[in-house]
């Protein structure tokens, strides 16, 4: 498995930008679909993100499409998220996680085995 590590969250107002960020230590981070996730109090875990294990195929939440972006760097080890235009409804701890290797990226939670413990993000209206 792979140890996952968010930062980044943070207090925003709406129409505000954060930069999430998740740091991976342990087996072939390179080799891994990355996701991102969200939970808001009371909800389930939804998809927000994923992207394939060289970064050149990602998909998107119709909520978050056009507004935010994935991505990698497999030589830093790491994967972000780049919110624009943040509305109060993207209130949530946000969770990054990893796939098995060499699996293609996926919208679905059990197609992950490694979580990070999670960054919380508040948008202000």
């Known amino acids: 498995q792979v140890q996952l590590v968010e930062s980044g969250g943070g207090l925003v107002q709406a129409g505000g930008s954060l930069r999430l960020s998740c740091a991976a230590s342990?087996?072939?981070?390179?080799?891994?679909?990355m996701g991102w996730f969200r939970q808001a109090p009371g909800k389930e875990r939804e998809f927000v993100a994923t992207?394939?294990?060289?970064?050149?195929?990602?998909n998107y939440a119709d909520s978050v499409k056009g507004r935010f972006t994935i991505s990698r760097d497999n030589a830093k080890n790491t994967m972000y998220l780049q919110m624009n235009s943040l509305k109060p409804e993207d209130t949530a701890v946000y969770y990054c996680?990893?796939?098995?290797?060499?699996?293609?990226?996926?919208?679905?939670?059990?197609?992950?085995?490694?979580w990070g413990q999670g960054t919380q993000v508040t948008v202000s209206s």
């Open positions: 996680a990893a796939g098995r290797p060499w699996t293609p990226p996926s919208n679905t939670i059990a197609d992950y085995n490694s």
């Open positions: 342990g087996r072939a981070f390179s080799s891994r679909a």
């Open positions: 992207i394939n294990w060289i970064g050149s195929s990602t």
